[in-house]
């Protein structure tokens, strides 16, 4: 059980029992809702719960807040004061401290979820759009040619389509790609990470990917 003393508005309210703040919460919602954790500087770090939130709210680390309030949790009465402690909680924060994420050192993890929704559910070979389920991760220059497993080498591609190349570079197999694989920026990664973003979330972080990406069509 933790326990954390908690300064609203300058005041110290009362110690509070952050377990039983986010229990007034429903178990599914708070395993869907994220909220988007900056740096005091604007870079992203991280996509933390409802729970995470609070403690960081807690222990005073929050230097801003954006986006739209997302919960609102109520603690116990002072003693001395008479006053409730609650925590509202915003959809975007800024913390304290040294950032984490240096935005140059990123290497954004690949993952089918994450190539599907950067190429947009679109096969690069027929072009037509599919349930994820239908698609998969096609390596430009097969694993057979010394192809690599990386973001500028895979693209999304129907099951018919990555068959129909099979073990051959889209030149051999007369195939051309209709559009080019990048890596995601940091601010991609982000979306791409999450596939459940509140609208103020998504819009915070589309003002800043670049204006090639696909992810701003």
């Not at 993890?109 to 389920?133: P, V, W």
């Amino acid at each position: 059980m933790t326990f954390i003393k908690l300064s609203l508005n300058k005041v110290i309210l009362s110690l509070i029992d952050v377990h039983s703040l986010i229990g007034s919460l429903s178990f599914g919602w708070r395993c869907v809702l994220k909220v988007l954790k900056l740096s005091a500087q604007g870079l992203p770090q991280s996509w933390i719960s409802l729970e995470q939130a609070v403690i960081h709210y807690a222990a005073g680390d929050v230097r801003w807040e954006s986006g739209g309030e997302v919960a609102v949790f109520h603690g116990g009465t002072n003693a001395i004061t008479g006053q409730q402690s609650i925590i509202t909680v915003n959809s975007i924060i800024g913390t304290k401290g040294v950032p984490k994420i240096n935005p140059f050192d990123l290497r954004s993890g690949l993952t089918n979820t994450k190539l599907f929704i950067r190429d947009r559910n679109i096969c690069a070979y027929c072009g037509d759009h599919f349930h994820e389920s239908e698609l998969t991760r096609e390596h430009i220059t097969p694993f057979g040619q010394n192809g690599k497993d990386h973001w500028m080498n895979v693209v999304t591609a129907c099951k018919s389509c990555n068959h129909r190349k099979g073990n051959r570079t889209p030149e051999q197999a007369h195939m051309p790609l209709l559009y080019t694989p990048y890596i995601p920026s940091l601010w991609e990664d982000f979306i791409l990470r999450n596939r459940r973003i509140l609208a103020d979330q998504m819009e915070f972080l589309l003002a800043h990917v670049p204006k090639s990406s696909r992810l701003v069509a």
